[in-house]
Each structure stands twice: as structure tokens, then as C-alpha cells.
């Protein structure tokens, strides 16, 4: 996190190395899974399954600055804390829920000693950007930052990247051609103009 304001474009064509210092790298089959199963809780409205409501609002606030909601909808909008919740729910990954809770407990300690509340969510935003500029080096961040755009930008179809806000953050139009029937239909769509 710069402290220079750059635009949503160059931030995302930053992150060509993202998983770079996270704890957790996924590969397309888990984030396809992650997805789905989120979009399925989401539509239930269900609650968490595997963080608990502090830690969802607090993993949810730290998303929220990491792709936040300004003149486009962020990562709230988008859903990505039911992502998170999927995604760390399988047993091979709890050994990176229980860093990432440890470095909440870590945030959460900073965030008492100087601020004197108890939840990051408690922060303003300018106080939030300050603390992860702080941390922004800490396999924590790295993993939350990591998470936060793999749930924004996934494929809608499979529950991340909510209502396409992630494509319309980076102003991608999902070509026709990706839908089915494949074929002929491609270059006939093609040819007509689409």
C-alpha cells in the first residue's frame, strides 16, 4: 500500500506477483469450489462456517480497504468475506486460518496500544490504511490481500466477483464467446459485430 493514490488499473496490474509472502496460494479448481460454495451461502443468506462474526467483521474491514468502496463498489460489495469463509473452512488449510487468526490477534493488540479501541472495524479509514501500511509486509497482510482479490475478481458464475464488480472495476466485458454452445457460434457471433 503506497502512499501515492493510484488508480484501480495499476493497482490490479501490480499484483502480477500476488502470492508472492502469502500463506496461502489456490489453485483455479479451489477458487472454482470456493466460489460456488460461497455464491450457495450467500443466496442462503447463511451464516459464517468456519469464522466467527468478529472475525468475519474484521476480516471484512480489512478487505474493504484493500479493495475499498469508493466511486466503484469494493470487495464488500462483492462478497468476498463468504469467499474467505469457503476458502478457509477446508481441513488442509486450517493451519492458515490459525495464522491469519493470530495475526488478527496481532492487528487487534496494535490497534489497542495505539488507538485505545479493540477492533480494527473500529478505526477510521485513514487510521485502517496507516495500520495495514504498517503491516503490509507481514505474511498476514499478504494472505488477506491475496484472498480479498481472488474473491473479488473470480467468476461470477461460481459465486465470487459478486454482480461482476470485479469486472466492472477493471472495466472488462465478457465476451459472448465464452458462452455456450462453443463452436461455429463464436465466428458467427464475431462476424455479426459482438
Not at 10 to 21: E, I, N, P, R
Not at 42 to 47: F, K, N, P, Y
Not at 176 to 193: H, K, L
Request: glycine share 8%; with cysteine.
Amino acid at each position: 500500500m503506497s502512499h501515492s493514490t493510484i488508480n484501480r488499473r495499476q493497482f490490479l496490474s501490480s499484483t502480477a506477483s500476488l502470492a508472492k509472502g502469502s500463506l496461502l496460494v489456490l489453485s483455479v479448481p479451489a477458487i472454482v469450489t470456493a466460489c460456488r460454495e460461497a455464491s450457495e451461502s450467500r443466496q442462503q443468506e447463511s451464516a459464517f462456517v468456519n469464522l466467527g462474526a468478529e472475525e468475519a467483521a474484521e476480516y471484512s474491514a480489512i478487505a474493504a480497504r484493500i479493495i475499498p468502496s469508493d466511486e466503484t463498489p469494493g470487495a464488500t460489495e462483492a462478497g468476498v468475506i463468504h469467499f474467505m469463509d469457503n476458502v478457509l473452512g477446508d481441513p488442509e488449510r486450517e493451519p492458515v486460518l490459525e495464522a491469519l487468526r493470530d495475526g488478527l490477534r496481532e492487528l487487534q493488540y496494535q490497534v489497542a496500544t495505539e488507538h485505545g479501541l479493540s477492533f480494527f472495524s473500529e478505526l477510521n479509514a485513514q487510521q485502517q490504511d496507516a495500520l495495514l501500511s504498517a503491516n503490509e509486509n507481514t505474511p498476514f497482510f499478504d494472505t488477506m490481500r491475496y484472498l480479498t482479490i481472488a474473491g473479488t475478481f473470480s467468476l461470477p458464475e461460481y459465486g465470487g466477483n459478486r454482480n461482476n464488480i470485479g469486472y466492472n472495476i477493471i472495466g472488462f466485458e465478457k465476451p459472448g464467446g465464452w458462452a455456450p454452445p462453443f463452436g461455429f457460434y463464436d465466428a458467427d457471433y464475431r462476424e455479426r459485430g459482438g
